[in-house]
């Protein structure tokens, strides 16, 4: 038997209890000839069995159907009358599709068997011609005698409460093990231990085996969507077409159902909001039929799916406006928000951004319950939107939610279970290299991971279960994480084991607790609480505006809008304006002693890893705005006499950019708002509320480069 | 009240009073359990403990009746009640007789009560070696750690 895709062995599954239907209907029909709705039945099961097989592309069972329901068609209409000779020809008809599920189950295809014959005779018994010289019915048909096994059939329907108490007993089962696992290992009976390994692996694999069984591809929900668009896109005089993809990913059952309802409102919403008028697109050059794409895969076990529209996309001042005049949100607030920020006010309660209310979207419910519902399975959501281009909203939930791979990790004095799906990496204290680091960004520790900036937090301190501790004090185990695409450090005390949890919900009375989304039992039998991601993120309030680079995977216009944002450094100088400065050019962050600074050239140099580091005073470099007033410049921090320095390199030349503080990483679009005024700069762009320069770094460099000075390299 | 003429309470004390619950709404009664803190969590969450797989949430009663601290190595008991939220146990010092009860011995909670106390109390039978204090569960479990 080969391997047949998920959507065939369904197909198979159900048109075979559809056979044993329809030869019990038919002979009964022989019987009750007048039966309207028996006929009905029987035509229903031919058809979908036609429609089901010309999707699948069953050339030939598609035309034998298509002969047969034609028959029934015309029995139905009354056109015909059911004769012993048409009774014959449509039983004959449904042994040939019998013999053709098997070829298919067998092979793949529906067979080789030529059933030309038949469909002839379909069509003459249609026409009520009399019969020619015919050849015998039975001689196109194998035999039904000559049913090989393979068409009994495989798969029972079993009630979804039964498996979902056995998912419940192999949970306990799970948490047996693993305790009877921690006593096994002070055991020291070869043959005790031997038998616990087995119990491990059988407890695994019933495990496995019972989570499958839950497991269904999101066709079930996918496939209602093509409908429900069509019919929206017609209300709301739209022309809109529905791009699918990844309709086998597999996820757990409860999940499937659970997310119908939040699929359906981003539908909803993206015809009603997000697509334009079939005029309006044309006047903005897009093609008439606006673009859904509704795309389903795994990711890292978790699952991804994507809600992208080619409309017009979210206007964030508008966003702005309406949580201002809506009192979502204070105005002096809304001025310091940042685009993906403001973008985030559509899952506030009450916030719509329709121009009117439709019958469709559009009442200021929808939005918050969306985001509401994937959280409630244990999932995120995330929206991008370009003004004109369209908006892409992707949901990440987890497989399953019963049972999941969690990493247990201590800090004051508590173990805490991350789920494994938030989880990164882990990074191992390892002496003095990982001070080496943790750095210091504005006041909050930052560390570098393979070139990339990452916030870190306390784990013990975020939850407050122990006093204020110098983080830099002693070493320390991190726990990268992410969370909505961005990442960020998670310091520990100690990281123990990774092992399977069994998520338990907590009480009433800790539900409201963002940083917890459940507690579970440990190898020990102590309970423990699992761990929050996004909730803890939101804790520690640890989410600069930075994502990883490069994301790959997701589909057009998320693609689009992903690439053009870049992080951005964000800067204020020794004269208290603001600058940003491209996150790939810096390679590291110093604090120098103002003594150490030699007087070369303008601004100083220093020695630094060896080579000769040019020092950069921006302010002194740029060209004067003459608008901006300027405050004297005291390069040095007043406590320490240190001098903050951003090593930038690009095209193998380095220099140091003095500047008072790090403010912030935030990640923007490189569309300039405003042009360059000055020479040094790119152009402005708004950063929190504020018009902030971006630094021509090429053009930094060339006016720093240091003629070669014998003296000092010596 | 709607409880029938003759009530059973398990009867409990806190900080020196007397406190009863109906016994249909007790689960069982357990001795001091090991405990998993939950940071964050309102002062009168004690923590969490594993009950044969089932995770409940403990309330101490003194906090949650604004009542005196007990001191580090006081003994305690568990009185755990099955709720819709989960199982909740509830933190107390000693456990005593379950006894009967008739509602017309029952009163408003006395005046000398105040405070989180009297609003977590349904009332009072008045028996003759003195008062029982008829806890409200719905209302003593009804902690709600803020969003």
């Keep these: 038997m080969i391997e047949l895709d998920e959507i065939v062995r369904d197909f198979l599954t159900e048109a075979k209890e559809g056979l044993d239907q329809l030869d019990r209907d038919l002979v009964a029909l022989e019987a009750r000839p007048a039966d309207r709705e028996l006929l009905a039945q029987i035509f229903r099961a031919v058809h979908t069995i036609k429609g089901t097989c010309g999707f699948l592309d069953f050339r030939k069972l598609e035309r034998l159907t298509h002969a047969g329901e034609n028959l029934l068609a015309r029995l139905r209409d009354g056109e015909l009358a059911l004769t012993a000779e048409l009774t014959s020809g449509l039983l004959a008809m449904v042994d040939a599709i019998r013999a053709m599920l098997v070829a298919i189950e067998a092979t793949g295809s529906d067979g080789d068997a030529d059933f030309a014959p038949l469909v002839a005779e379909l069509a003459r018994l249609l026409e009520g011609r009399p019969r020619a010289a015919a050849p015998a019915l039975a001689s196109s048909a194998p035999a039904p005698a000559a049913e090989p096994a393979a068409a009994r059939n495989e798969s029972i329907r079993v009630s979804v409460a039964l498996i979902d108490r056995l998912m419940n007993q192999v949970g306990e089962l799970v948490l047996a093990r693993n305790e009877i696992l921690q006593c096994a290992r002070s055991d020291t009976d070869p043959a005790r231990a031997a038998t616990t390994q087995r119990l491990n692996l059988i407890t695994s694999e019933l495990q496995e085996g019972v989570m499958q069984m839950r497991m269904q591809p999101i066709d079930a929900v996918l496939s209602k969507f093509p409908r429900l668009v069509r019919d929206v896109a017609k209300d709301l005089g739209k022309r809109v077409r529905l791009e699918m993809d990844g309709r086998h990913t597999e996820l757990d059952k409860t999940l499937i159902e659970a997310i119908r309802d939040p699929l359906t409102h981003l539908l909803r919403n993206a015809i009603d909001h997000g697509i334009e008028r079939p005029a309006e697109r044309s006047a903005r050059g897009k093609p008439e039929e606006g673009r859904i794409g509704l795309r389903a895969r795994h990711e890292s076990g978790r699952v991804i799916i994507e809600v992208s529209d080619d409309g017009g996309g979210i206007q964030v001042a508008q966003i702005r406006a309406r949580a201002i005049a809506q009192g979502l949100l204070p105005a002096a607030d809304a001025e310091l928000l940042s685009e993906r920020q403001l973008l985030e006010l559509v899952f506030l309660p009450g916030l719509s951004t329709a121009e009117t209310v439709t019958k469709v979207s559009g009442r200021g419910v929808g939005m918050d319950v969306v985001k509401t519902n994937v959280e409630k399975l244990c999932g995120e959501i995330e929206i991008q939107s370009q003004p004109g281009r369209g908006t892409t909203v992707r949901i990440r939930i987890p497989l399953t939610l019963a049972i999941v791979p969690a990493l247990v990790v201590a800090a004051g004095g508590l173990r805490f279970a991350i789920p494994q799906a938030n989880l990164v990496e882990v990074v191992r204290a390892a002496g003095d290299r990982s001070h080496a680091r943790v750095e210091d960004l504005g006041g909050a520790p930052v560390f570098r991971l393979r070139g990339q900036l990452l916030p870190l937090v306390q784990l013990s301190r975020v939850l407050e279960s122990e006093p204020e501790r110098e983080p830099r004090e002693r070493p320390l185990d991190m726990v990268v994480l992410e969370c909505d695409g961005r990442r960020f450090g998670l310091g520990v005390d100690a990281v123990i084991d990774s092992q399977e949890i069994v998520v338990k919900p907590l009480g009433a009375q800790l539900k409201g607790i963002a940083a917890y989304s459940g507690a579970t039992i440990l190898g020990d039998g102590q309970v423990a609480l699992i761990l929050d991601v996004p909730g803890l993120a939101q804790q520690a309030r640890a989410l600069s505006e930075q994502r990883p680079r490069g994301d790959a995977g997701s589909a057009a216009p998320a693609q689009e809008v992903r690439r053009d944002r870049q992080p951005l450094l964000l800067v204020r100088q020794p004269d208290d304006s603001r600058l940003l400065i491209p996150l790939d050019s810096v390679a590291r962050l110093e604090r120098l002693r103002e003594s150490a600074v030699e007087q070369v050239g303008a601004s100083g140099a220093v020695q630094h890893r060896g080579r000769i580091l040019p020092l950069v005073r921006i302010g002194e470099l740029l060209p004067e705005r003459r608008a901006l007033p300027r405050r004297p410049a005291a390069d040095a921090d007043p406590q320490d006499g240190a001098l903050s320095v951003v090593v930038v390199e690009s095209d193998g030349l380095r220099v140091g950019l003095v500047i008072g503080e790090i403010l912030d990483v935030v990640e923007q679009s490189l569309e300039l708002e405003l042009a360059p005024t000055r020479a040094g700069v790119r152009g402005s762009l708004i950063v929190a509320g504020r018009i902030t320069e971006l630094l021509d770094l090429a053009w930094v460099l060339e006016q720093s480069r240091v003629p070669p000075q014998p003296g000092l390299a010596a | ?147």
Excluded at chain 2, 61 to 78: K, S, Y
């Design chain 2, 1 to 147: 009240m709607s409880e029938a003429a003759a009530l059973q309470l398990c009867t409990f004390s806190v900080a020196g009073h007397q406190l009863g619950i109906a016994v249909a709404k007790v689960q069982e009664i357990l001795r001091a359990q090991p405990l998993t803190r939950v940071p964050l969590a309102p002062r009168s969450v004690s923590g969490l403990m594993n009950l044969r797989g089932q995770i409940a949430v403990v309330l101490d009663l003194r906090r949650r009746l604004e009542l005196p601290e007990r001191d580090a190595d006081a003994p305690v008991f568990h009185v755990v009640l099955g709720s819709e939220g989960g199982v909740v146990s509830l933190l107390v010092d000693a456990v005593g007789d379950v006894i009967e009860v008739s509602e017309q011995s029952f009163e408003p909670p006395p005046e000398t009560l105040r405070g989180a106390a009297r609003a977590l109390l349904r009332g009072a039978y008045k028996l003759e070696r003195g008062l029982v204090l008829a806890l409200d569960t719905q209302k003593a479990i009804g902690v709600r750690a803020g969003a």
